[in-house]
């Protein structure tokens, strides 16, 4: 998958700018993980803009959201989890939201809009990373229906966009 595309650093304020955004819209402290030495870089292509802080792939931009990427660890530390069974986990790669059925447990705290990783039960890592449907005291209690929407997965434009980077690096 050859994409086309562009890369170019940030200038010292927009950087700032784009850490305080997404440290709001993620609700964690990204100057904090990066320190003061955050060296933004921006890969645009067709379908999104990838951020790289200090040469990781760490934030996504398309056209209706503004999420972190499968592989920003510091993050998936962080955050919250939802563990699925195996079985969900083929669907989950495709695009599938995250089903009631198909949880097994959650791991953390979180309110409704907030970004929340979705981990096979095997391995327990990431698969997906959704935007979670419900708080956390009524997720435990859903038995049917989406629970988690799937914004991001293994497999989809981006995750390829971001081995290939890797690749070259």
Same mark, same amino acid.
């Given at each position: 998958?050859p994409e086309?595309y562009r890369?170019?650093?940030l200038?010292?304020?927009?950087s700032?700018?784009?850490l305080?955004?997404a440290?709001e819209r993620f609700?964690?402290?990204?100057?904090?993980i990066?320190k003061?030495?955050a060296?933004? !870089?921006v890969?645009?292509t067709e379908?999104a803009? =990838? +951020?790289?802080i200090?040469? #990781?792939?760490?934030?996504?931009?398309?056209?209706?959201?503004?999420y972190?990427?499968l592989?920003?660890k510091?993050?998936f530390?962080l955050?919250?989890?939802?563990?699925?069974d195996?079985g969900?986990?083929?669907?989950?790669c495709k695009g599938?939201?995250?089903?009631?059925?198909?949880?097994?447990r959650? !791991?953390?705290?979180?309110?409704?809009?907030?970004? =929340? +990783?979705?981990?096979?039960? #095997?391995?327990?890592k990431?698969?997906?990373?959704?935007?979670i449907?419900?708080?956390s005291?009524?997720?435990?209690?859903v038995?049917?229906?989406i629970?988690?929407t799937?914004v991001h997965f293994?497999?989809?434009?981006?995750?390829?966009l971001?081995?290939?980077?890797?690749a070259?690096?």
């Amino acid at each position: 998958m050859p994409e086309r595309y562009r890369r170019h650093f940030l200038k010292a304020k927009e950087s700032k700018d784009l850490l305080n955004k997404a440290s709001e819209r993620f609700k964690v402290n990204l100057e904090q993980i990066f320190k003061a030495k955050a060296k933004v !870089e921006v890969v645009e292509t067709e379908f999104a803009e =990838i +951020f790289l802080i200090n040469r #990781k792939p760490v934030m996504v931009k398309t056209e209706e959201n503004f999420y972190p990427t499968l592989t920003f660890k510091e993050f998936f530390d962080l955050t919250a989890k939802v563990v699925v069974d195996m079985g969900a986990v083929p669907y989950v790669c495709k695009g599938a939201n995250i089903m009631a059925p198909g949880i097994r447990r959650f !791991e953390g705290e979180f309110r409704k809009g907030d970004f =929340i +990783f979705v981990i096979d039960e #095997k391995h327990g890592k990431p698969i997906a990373l959704g935007e979670i449907v419900y708080n956390s005291e009524e997720a435990k209690n859903v038995k049917q229906g989406i629970v988690v929407t799937n914004v991001h997965f293994v497999g989809d434009k981006i995750w390829n966009l971001i081995k290939e980077l890797s690749a070259s690096a």
